[in-house]
């Protein structure tokens, strides 16, 4: 089982910039599709953006689009979430998570085998 551990979180203003990483524990990882997601307070879990296990194709929630970049370094065990141009509504813990499955790329909660313990990210106004 690979353990995925997130960090990077932090409170920063409305504009500014954070980075995320995720940690995993085990070379598997490097076989397995990455995600991001991020839940608000009293809403439900939603899907930010998603990286092949080559890293070659990527995919974003309109939300983040052009403001947020997801990366992997595989020889690291890393995924890495870039967050530019930072807005209040970016508030939420935000989770690393692996799927297993050799599909395209998915944003379902439900899709995803593997879960990081999530890291705050707060931006005030």
């Known amino acids: 089982q690979v353990q995925l551990v997130e960090s990077g979180g932090g409170l920063v203003q409305a504009g500014g910039f954070l980075r995320l990483s995720c940690a995993a524990s085990?070379?598997?990882?490097?076989?397995?599709?990455m995600g991001w997601f991020r839940q608000a307070p009293g809403k439900d879990r939603e899907f930010v953006a998603a990286i092949s296990w080559s890293g070659g194709t990527t995919h974003y929630a309109d939300s983040v689009k052009g403001r947020f970049t997801i990366s992997r370094d595989n020889a690291k065990n890393t995924v890495y979430l870039q967050m530019n141009s930072l807005k209040p509504e970016d508030t939420a813990v935000y989770y690393c998570a692996a799927d297993r499955a050799v599909s395209p790329l998915r944003v379902g909660t439900y899709d995803y085998d593997y879960w990081g313990q999530g890291t705050q990210v707060t931006v005030s106004s």
């Open positions: 085990q070379r598997t990882f490097r076989t397995y599709t």
